[in-house]
């Protein structure tokens, strides 16, 4: 794809997103030329068909050395060693299976993790193991004199930045916003490229791209032009609806009607494209895994976020849609207290919730078109500080869904042990697999070709390889 045409379709695509009410993308006319061409461009590279990410940010820095541990007899004891009182008792651990690792190394879960693991197991969900921002490959020693280094390590608000834009905080765009940028001209309707269930997140801006929040019930509507406001009226809400829309004499009033008009359109499209998608109902019924308490997934904020990105995908369906990112969350990650009482059932919410949203997709026969990952401000010390862990660097993640090349942990699963060449301090490792190397990979699946990879995650070419071979 040469610069002219790049920049046709970046300006269609800007277009189309000011003109969300088209149906189909020949009827928005030069835009929907450009993006039909675009659709036609990404099937070629893909195979086509639908596909979308799903990122499942743990905010906080979550203790991803309980997640995933060693247990074969030499591993298990340095890591026991380690983490002292923040060690897993192994009756509470269940094996894996992990054909990529050293010989002699055997890998586990906690039973928090069952219904995760249930889905690794069968192939669908794999781990990323040591994974963290990186500017590039970078040694111990490097690392011990301040060479080569992501700025503001360790930092909550720099580094949840970093993971999720490859840049500290104050950054104007993320690399799923970057993506969408490239991928939107490709949908129907480009506004509905790059949504998030949880919030404003740096990961899903771009430049041409703007980020379409939604509540847990979807669609986040005009307050005053909702049925049961001002007291029922029926006069008064058309009247408002004018007021709001009709813009004025100077280019702010305009922008504001323009802005207004949208915002109503797209609710009421994507209300309609919802209210015809089915997905099982969450549980009602409480569950108990390990020393977790009992979680009723109905009650549960993160399994209502993956409930609705579900819906969306399936509405996507709809609303000729080729290409989405979607962002969920949930917090609680920053364990520098009360860490053994509090992991368990951080552990639980989340695999309940990624369980129950893999099976929603599979009910929409969408399973394969759906790559959920998760990641977190940075991982955390393995050395305990007395009732808890503070922060560190790398940390292990999981890949899930259809494409996944699953049952299996990739990248270099370090020593979990102290004073190791992996070690950086206190147990904060290293990271050996960059978060820029994960993006590529999953931008790769999505349909980016390795030129435009480079475009949107800056310092790729720094790393051997793109391709981790998870997908």
């Not at 060690?87 to 995760?116: H, K, N, Y």
């Not at 999981?398 to 990739?410: C, M, P």
């Amino acid at each position: 794809m040469n610069a002219s045409r790049r920049q046709l379709l970046r300006a269609a695509s800007g277009l189309a997103a000011a003109l969300p009410g088209a149906r189909a993308p020949l009827s928005l006319g030069l835009a929907g030329l450009a993006a039909l061409a675009a659709q036609s461009s990404r099937a070629a590279n893909t195979g086509g068909g639908y596909r979308a990410l799903v990122c499942l940010f743990m905010n906080g820095g979550s203790d991803s050395h309980n997640w995933v541990l060693p247990i074969d007899a030499t591993g298990y004891a340095q890591y026991a060693a380690a983490r002292g009182d923040l060690a897993w008792p192994t009756a509470r651990l269940q094996a894996i299976a992990s054909t990529r690792q050293a010989a002699g190394r055997a890998f586990g879960m906690p039973v928090e993790l069952q219904p995760l693991r249930n889905w690794y197991e069968a192939g669908r969900a794999a781990v990323l193991a040591n994974v963290g921002p990186l500017l590039r490959p970078v040694t111990k020693a490097e690392f011990q004199a301040g060479s080569g280094l992501p700025p503001k390590l360790f930092s909550h608000n720099d580094q949840q930045s970093t993971w999720q834009s490859l840049y500290p905080e104050g950054a104007a765009s993320g690399w799923g916003g970057r993506m969408g940028d490239l991928l939107m001209a490709a949908n129907a309707y480009p506004v509905f490229t790059a949504l998030s269930a949880s919030g404003n997140a740096i990961f899903l801006s771009g430049s041409q791209v703007t980020q379409y929040q939604v509540s847990g019930d979807g669609p986040v509507a005009v307050k005053g032009l909702s049925a049961n406001w001002m007291f029922g009226s029926n006069t008064l809400k058309p009247i408002l609806q004018r007021v709001v829309t009709r813009g004025g004499q100077s280019d702010f009033d305009s922008e504001y009607g323009r802005v207004m008009q949208r915002s109503i359109d797209t609710a009421a499209t994507l209300q309609t494209a919802l209210s015809a998608v089915s997905v099982p109902a969450l549980a009602t019924t409480a569950v108990t895994l390990g020393a977790a308490p009992a979680i009723t997934p109905a009650n549960e904020s993160l399994a209502k976020q993956l409930r609705l990105v579900a819906r969306l995908i399936g509405a996507g369906q709809q609303l000729g849609m080729q290409r989405q990112v979607f962002m969920v969350s949930l917090g609680g990650f920053d364990t520098h207290n009360n860490q053994m009482s509090q992991q368990p059932a951080l552990m639980a919410r989340v695999a309940l919730s990624v369980d129950y949203f893999l099976g929603a997709l599979q009910s929409l026969g969408l399973l394969n078109n759906v790559l959920l990952f998760t990641a977190s401000d940075f991982g955390r010390t393995l050395v305990s500080n007395g009732d808890g862990s503070d922060h560190g660097w790398g940390s292990h993640h999981f890949v899930a869904g259809g494409a996944v090349k699953g049952r299996d942990i990739y990248g270099t699963f370090p020593l979990t042990a102290t004073g190791t060449a992996d070690d950086v301090g206190s147990g904060r490792l290293l990271p050996s697999t960059s978060v820029t190397q994960l993006a590529a990979t999953l931008g790769g699946w999505l349909g980016l070709s390795a030129s435009e990879q480079a475009t949107v995650l800056p310092g790729l070419g720094n790393f051997p390889s793109a391709a981790l071979g998870m997908v």
